[in-house]
């Protein structure tokens, strides 16, 4: 999911000055996750917005609504459209992504309203639900089939494809931080585990960025929401989650 953090207050003041109507818009994904944009957060804002005399108008989205997903994310949008109309600005508690998707949506309903980030987005991070790191760079040629499944690209302060770069500390630290793993030491000690050693003697291909020419566009076959949430919900009954 999309790591991020809250900008600070005073930034996401500065947006809005002299704005008066503000819709503030959260996201019920990774926002959410990362207490940036559910809908305890959307109110909080809406009462420091409040206190600096703005009127507001707060769009939270429940769990696993993401906004950067239209099918889900419009439906808030349409049950809120004369808001987006009438407001002086949007501010949007979610990640890069999912502002630049309202603003899509938006703008396709000829609405063109000033639109502010409150987050800053910082990169895929896995696990939880305390801890996340940072596990990949969408870099659109996956390299981890050659490298035990740990991403260089993010984990190696160098991002080398070829490791370790000879300055791995006695402790299998990084050279560059001492306080992280040294990405390489990781892919040898796994490569042992695995039974493939061997692997290391490889010398990996540089890697092709050409295939992280931006923007990237992906066409799929859109999914079936409602078998979706359907089948989401025989899950969640199973887990006995009422
Ligand atoms: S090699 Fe690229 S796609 Fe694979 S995990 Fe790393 S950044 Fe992500
Ligand atoms: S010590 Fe390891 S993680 Fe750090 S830069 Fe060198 S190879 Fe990469």
Redesign the pocket.
């Known amino acids: 999911m999309m790591g991020q953090i809250r900008k600070p207050i005073e930034e996401i003041l500065s947006y809005l000055d002299g704005k008066k109507k503000i819709v503030i818009m959260g996201c019920g994904g990774c926002a959410t996750i990362f207490h940036t944009g559910g809908i305890k957060q959307v109110k909080e804002m809406g009462e420091i917005l409040r206190k600096e005399g703005k009127e507001v108008v707060e769009i939270g989205l429940p769990f696993a609504v993401f906004c950067c997903y239209l099918p889900m994310s419009s439906m808030m949008i349409e049950r809120h459209i004369e808001d987006f109309k009438n407001c002086d600005a949007v501010l949007m508690m979610s990640c890069g992504d999912g502002l630049q998707t309202v603003r899509r949506y938006l703008e396709s309903k000829n609405i063109f309203k000033p639109i502010y980030p409150s987050n800053n987005a910082l990169g895929f991070f896995g696990e939880g639900p305390k801890e996340f790191i940072e596990k990949c760079l969408g870099c659109g040629e996956c390299e981890l089939g050659k490298t035990a499944g740990i991403c260089?690209l993010t984990?190696?302060?160098?991002?080398?494809l070829n490791?370790?770069?000879?300055?791995?500390?006695e402790n299998g630290?990084?050279?560059?931080?001492p306080e992280?793993?040294?990405?390489?030491?990781l892919i040898y000690k796994r490569l042992q585990e695995t039974g493939e050693i061997e692997k290391i003697k490889r010398i990996n291909e540089p890697h092709k960025w050409s295939k992280a020419t931006r923007p990237r566009k992906l066409e799929v076959e859109p999914i079936d929401l409602h078998e979706k949430l359907k089948e989401t919900k025989k899950v969640i009954e199973s887990l006995g989650i009422k």
């Not at 490791?163 to 500390?169: A, I, K, L």
């Not at 630290?173 to 931080?177: A, H, I, L, M, Q």
């Open positions: 260089p984990q190696c302060a160098k991002g080398l490791g370790p770069c000879g300055g791995t500390r630290k990084c050279e560059v931080d992280k793993d040294c990405a390489w030491y």
